[in-house]
């Protein structure tokens, strides 16, 4: 009998993800007898997918896009994955196919290693976005306690919904309120894909900012955005998005194989290697 271990990330399409670098590294560095793949799954093939795993040999998955509120329904969500509306990682506990949100502690985590003593003070933080990956940063800046926490979207409806869903700490704003909000605020998050390649550029002036801003870019391909740039320009304290990319795996990793992995500079290479060569 085998003790190797498997799991994979299952999208549709799935070609630009980098979770097999960054598994299979760590299986890798820590001689673990396992593999990491990537399975394009359509959905209406996602249901008998999920629905067989275990029987398929997986201790569990990654879900990216278009999957990743569908399988809310076909696991057993955690607090994260509820409050978010999304999971993207699951694995078994028991008979129990569970699943959670891991990009909320990857964006804390990312943080806490890049700027540390960076939620000391969020008495105004400006998210931009209000898609998945707003909800989840919007999820974990309330569990850091943030007062009020401005979010500004090119969609403004798509921005009341997510306010509304959150509660009072969370606000809806204009993107003309920025450079005002800017000034007060001690964290701006890019939490749209604003910036990333083939997209438009993110259009957000800094010249108001207050100088003890932190920016937290989600972006990761390029590595340097614009805003990256502007940020550093300025002095301004930043994290960019290969960091919360490698800190939202790890707790995939620790389910599926058994040991926490490391974040370290030896495994950024490798990603912003790989980023550059594509
Ligand atoms: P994700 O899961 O990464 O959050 P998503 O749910 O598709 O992806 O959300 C993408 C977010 O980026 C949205 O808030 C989107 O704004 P809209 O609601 O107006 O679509 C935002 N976004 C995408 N491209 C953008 C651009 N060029 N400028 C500003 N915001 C953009």
């Known amino acids: 009998m085998t003790t190797s271990r498997k799991a994979c990330v299952i999208g ?61 329904k076909l696991s057993k969500p955690d607090e994260r994955a509820e409050a978010v509306g999304a999971a993207n990682t699951l694995w078994y506990e028991g008979d129990t196919l569970c699943s959670t949100n891991t990009d909320v502690e990857g964006f804390l985590n990312n943080l806490d290693a890049g700027v540390p003593g960076w939620s000391r003070n969020l008495e105004n933080v400006v998210v931009l976005g209000a898609g998945g990956a707003a909800r989840a940063v919007v999820h974990a800046l309330i569990g850091r306690k943030a007062a009020h926490i401005h979010v500004v979207n090119r969609t403004r409806k798509s921005a009341d919904d997510l306010a509304a869903r959150f509660g ?49 870019e989600l972006v990761y391909d390029p590595r340097d955005t614009a805003l990256l740039k502007a940020a550093r320009a300025r002095g301004l304290r930043a994290v960019d998005g290969v960091g919360m990319l490698m800190h939202q795996a790890v707790g995939g990793f620790e389910r599926w194989f058994g040991r926490r992995p490391e974040v370290t500079s030896e495994l950024r290479a490798l990603v912003e290697a790989d980023l550059a060569a594509a």
């Open 168 to 216: 009072k700490a969370v606000t809806a704003d204009n993107w003309d309120a920025l450079s005002t909000l800017l000034a007060r605020a001690s964290l701006l998050v890019n939490a749209s894909s604003a910036g990333m390649k083939k997209q438009g550029a993110l259009d957000v002036d800094l010249n108001s900012a207050n100088p003890s801003l932190t920016i937290a």
């Open 12 to 72: 549709w399409p799935i070609g630009h993800s980098r979770s097999p670098l960054i598994q299979n590294y760590w299986l890798k560095k820590y001689g673990i007898d396992g593999e990491y793949t990537k399975r394009e799954v359509a959905p209406d093939a996602l249901a008998d997918f999920v629905g067989s795993l275990r029987a398929n040999g997986f201790a569990g998955i990654n879900v990216t896009i278009p999957h990743k509120q569908a399988v809310l």
